[in-house]
């Protein structure tokens, strides 16, 4: 048994890993302002941005795919334009699937930061409003800190969601070892080749990661509840 | 001297109504307004605000908050404002609270010895009552030494005694800060208790406004006494009637002739006066 794992090989982990936490960092970053935008606006275009950027929860993961390695293949605009100028290529190497995982789970990064923002009391902003502070000020130092479970939840859901893809990253990244190969895809190469051993090990050691950081998201949350009296409303 | 001339159209629970105010408040003056519900009134405070826009001019001494080219927006105008629900923020200790306005740590600490809340001044607002965290709310609002403290019905969530208990306070800011005030209120003890004029609001015009005494007090000409309340019931007692009335908090019966009986309505509401009697106060 301590042979087999010694003999395994942790890249696809360390990868996923990695392009999970640039994904949620990047997201994270893109989608404060965003929610908040939703969360406050009266616009007319709201519902047209929510469904937008819903849209990737209910595509196959095979479309979005598909579409992602469209737009930023040589042939596209937008890839040429990234070849050209900044010398980036965007399909089959950790960029492209950097990018994409972006795409891919938007939804759970904006949706938790709005539904949060949403549920403040405005009065509190208001509050914060009279007493001189700008909305910049007020979002950094009333709003977030006021949403501690919405934004843990966002993050850790982002996290695993983006640990847990597999269609987008193998039309768009392929499969390629240290590069492309994240750990969802190591495993069904594993089971094409019917290695079973590996693809069990692998298998649970993604069951337990994705458990322990749920739990952990829910234990946070209520222990935050219980201090602050909940979502504040 | 502050000036106010609004307009605004609203769409309240009651159709369309002209939110149509023209005022002139002294400087120091305590003002309540009062008026039922959908008058207007949290709307006339949120627009003194900033936080709603309106048509007219807000002018404060010689600074203009609003006119047709101007509109101050809510961080620049020096206000305090107390909402019913205390608003505080929940992630800040009750000394936090106070210092987010205006990191001076001496006036903080003043305010808060005012009010008696030294000892919590480390406390999350959740771990507070409801008393404590209005307390904590009107500190607030005096932090950055307000123009105008506005206050939403800052007592109405609280029980009877801890409202007496607030009024005193915020008595003895307004003396010690000389704040120009202005208090939305619905309870005539407290108007009475705490404003130097009072300014009645109806469909959002202004239809009293005056002193306390003289807008609240019922009584007229010979009269001594003079209540409204709800007609909660009449009853036939062998040839006389008795109504039930509900004044206030208490139940009173009044005895009613057959014709007066005919006339009344349950639930209709009514005015109990009497004349002529020595009215016995008595300690409870």
């Known amino acids: 048994m301590l042979e087999i794992l ?41 519902p047209f941005l929510e469904a937008v950027t819903a849209l990737p929860i209910v595509l196959p993961p095979s479309v979005l795919g598909f579409y992602i390695l469209f737009a930023l293949s040589q042939n596209s605009p937008i890839g040429a334009f990234f070849d050209e100028y900044l010398g980036v290529k965007l399909v089959f190497n950790f960029t492209g699937l950097v990018v994409a995982s972006c795409f891919y789970s ?64 193998l039309m768009v990244g392929g499969s390629i070892p ?53 979502f504040h409303k | 001297m502050i000036k106010i001339e609004l307009n605004k159209k609203l769409h309240g629970a009651n159709g369309q109504m002209d939110l149509d105010v023209n005022l002139k408040i002294k400087e120091g003056d305590f003002i309540a307004l009062a008026g039922q519900s959908g008058s207007g009134k949290t709307t006339l405070l949120r627009i003194l605000a900033g936080l709603e826009d309106a048509n007219g001019t807000i002018k404060i ?42 990191k001076d740590k001496k006036l903080a600490n003043h305010l808060l010895q005012i009010t008696e809340l030294s000892e ?89 406004d005056g002193v306390p005494k003289d807008v609240l007090l019922k009584t007229s000409g010979s009269q001594k006494f003079s209540f409204e309340g709800e007609l909660l019931d009449i009853k036939k007692v062998d040839v006389i009637y008795v109504a039930i009335i509900s004044i206030g908090q208490q139940l009173v019966e009044v005895v009613v002739s057959q014709d007066e009986a005919k006339n009344l309505k349950i639930g209709d509401s009514v005015r109990v006066s009497t004349k002529a009697f020595a009215p016995i106060l008595s300690q409870k």
């Not at chain 1, 990047?26 to 709201?46: D, H, R, V």
């Not at chain 2, 209120?185 to 130097?196: F, K, M, N, T």
């Open chain 2, 120 to 208: 919590l001044k480390s406390r999350l607002p959740n771990t507070l009552s409801g008393g404590q965290k209005q307390r904590v709310s009107l500190c607030r609002a005096m932090m950055n030494r307000p123009k105008l403290l506005l206050m939403d019905e800052p007592l109405s969530a609280l029980d009877p005694s801890m409202r007496t208990k607030l009024q005193n306070e915020i008595l003895t800011l307004h003396k010690e800060f000389g704040t120009t005030t202005i208090m939305v209120s619905h309870d005539p003890s407290e108007i009475y208790r705490l404003a130097s004029r009072i300014v009645v609001l109806d469909q959002g015009v202004i239809i009293d």
């Open chain 1, 6 to 46: 010694q003999n395994l090989e942790f890249t696809p982990f360390l990868l996923s890993f990695k392009l999970a936490a640039l994904t949620t960092l990047i997201l994270f970053i893109l989608c404060l302002p965003l929610a908040w935008y939703l969360s406050q606006t009266k616009s007319k275009a709201k």
């Open chain 2, 61 to 102: 001494g010689e600074d203009i908050w609003l006119d047709n080219k101007n509109v101050l927006p809510p961080q620049k105008r020096e206000i305090g404002f107390v909402f019913q629900d205390y608003a505080l923020f929940p992630n800040m200790s009750v000394e936090e609270n106070l210092l987010f306005v205006n």
């Open chain 1, 106 to 169: 938007l939804p759970f990064m904006v949706q938790p930061l709005q539904s949060g923002f949403e549920n403040i009391n405005k009065n509190m902003l208001e509050a914060s409003y009279v007493s001189g502070k700008s909305k910049f000020e007020t979002i950094l130092r009333v709003a977030v800190p006021n949403i501690k479970p919405a934004l843990m939840t966002a993050i850790i859901v982002t996290f695993a969601h983006t640990v847990g893809e597999f269609g987008v990253v």
């Open chain 1, 178 to 230: 240290d590069e492309t190969k994240v750990a969802s895809v190591a495993i069904y190469e594993m089971v094409e080749i019917m290695d079973y051993t590996s693809a069990h090990i692998y298998s649970a050691i993604m069951v337990i990661i994705s458990f322990l950081v749920l739990l952990s998201v829910y234990m946070f949350n209520s222990k935050q509840n219980k201090k602050f009296g909940g």
